[in-house]
């Protein structure tokens, strides 16, 4: 089994900053990516920021210049810089991981999601 489990959401003005968190946890033989997307009321969910096991990141152009991915391989955490918050920001943010069990079969796994709210 993996195990992923997020942290930082929350309350911020527009403007302010957030820094979300995610701890992956499990029998995880191989990870070829770990991403964030974000799913809000009435919206399918939608890829926010990606990174490979290589380093290379993918953003989502609405948030291009604000948020920045970033991942510790040896402490399994991968987590989500984001600034300039504005309101259209506001979903639930998931964190994924593409990779490879121990028994050699890939898969992606999600976590339960964490709530961010920008507002005034």
């Known amino acids: 089994q993996v195990q992923l489990v997020e942290s930082g959401g929350g309350l911020v003005q527009p403007g302010g900053s957030l820094r979300l968190s995610c701890a992956a946890s499990?029998?995880?033989?191989?990870?070829?990516?770990m991403g964030w997307y974000r799913q809000a009321p009435g919206n399918q969910r939608e890829l926010v920021a990606k990174?490979?096991?290589?380093?290379?990141?993918n953003y989502a152009d609405s948030v291009k210049g604000r948020f920045t991915i970033s991942r510790d391989k040896s402490k399994k955490t991968m987590s989500l810089q984001m600034n300039s918050l504005n309101p259209e920001d506001t979903a639930v943010y998931y964190c994924?991981?593409?990779?490879?069990?121990?028994?050699?079969?890939?898969?992606?796994?999600w976590g339960q999601g964490t709530q961010v709210i920008v507002s005034s």
């Open positions: 994924n991981l593409e990779g490879r069990t121990m028994l050699l079969q890939d898969s992606t796994w």
């Open positions: 499990g029998n995880i033989f191989n990870t070829y990516a």
């Open positions: 990174i490979t096991s290589s380093g290379s990141t």
